[in-house]
């Protein structure tokens, strides 16, 4: 009886960690910015992506802490912090980018502020700005993005510092190779709850180039 008790729990047990696995990806079936594939070459690909909206909140601290902070900021905003008390649906990615000089020279070299970070919710495409409701917290800011070009690479893991570096050079060569102009620092995109296992997990570098370089 007590082999039978327990074969009963560790059953429960083992539908209680596939529902965790699986509820990451599933939470994050929501709507993506859209965009056109021009070229892709393995886990890196050149895309085209449409204009759009995305809520922005700067902020201060290391990496992992500042993207923390930045998405409870916009977080709240969408939850109905704003002038209208409006839930604005979620999308994925969140993304985050550092405040980095670039000299347009070659070779092209960067200085990263790691204490100065852009995180961004990209706004539901059925929004306009006149139609989306303002932020009560001046922290956020609503900003339109025109049509750009981007270099991506993506893949999946837990996109710690070292993850990040790896695949962040891995994309600078991939531009060099191909004589493409980057025109800005690399943007990290997230599109998975903290809680998706690392192997079931989406992340991306980008970084934006010239459309006819």
Request: charged share 25%; net charge positive; proline share 8%.
């Amino acid at each position: 009886m007590r082999r039978k008790y327990m074969w009963w729990i560790l059953g429960i047990l083992a539908v209680i960690l596939l529902g965790a696995a699986l509820w990451g990806p599933i939470v994050s079936n929501v709507e993506q910015p859209k965009y056109t594939v021009v070229e892709r070459d393995g886990n890196i690909e050149i895309r085209d992506y449409a204009p759009m909206i995305v809520a922005e909140a700067e902020v201060l601290g290391k990496r992992r802490e500042a993207i923390g902070k930045g998405f409870r900021i916009i977080a709240d905003y969408i939850f109905g912090n704003n002038t209208a008390a409006q839930k604005v649906p979620m999308t994925a990615p969140v993304t985050q980018q550092g405040n980095e000089k670039i000299a347009m020279t070659a070779p092209v070299t960067q200085q990263a502020d790691d204490n100065t970070w852009r995180v961004r919710f990209v706004m539901p495409s059925s929004y306009t700005m006149e139609t989306l409701p303002k932020p009560n917290n001046p922290a956020v800011e609503l900003k339109e993005i025109p049509t750009k070009r981007f270099a991506a690479i993506h893949f999946s893991g837990m996109a710690g510092k070292e993850s990040l570096k790896r695949h962040t050079e891995e994309l600078d060569e991939f531009i060099r190779a191909k004589k493409l102009k980057p025109i800005s620092p690399p943007i990290y995109a997230f599109y998975n709850p903290p809680w998706t296992l690392p192997f079931l997990r989406r992340n991306e570098v980008m970084i934006e180039i010239l459309a006819d370089g």
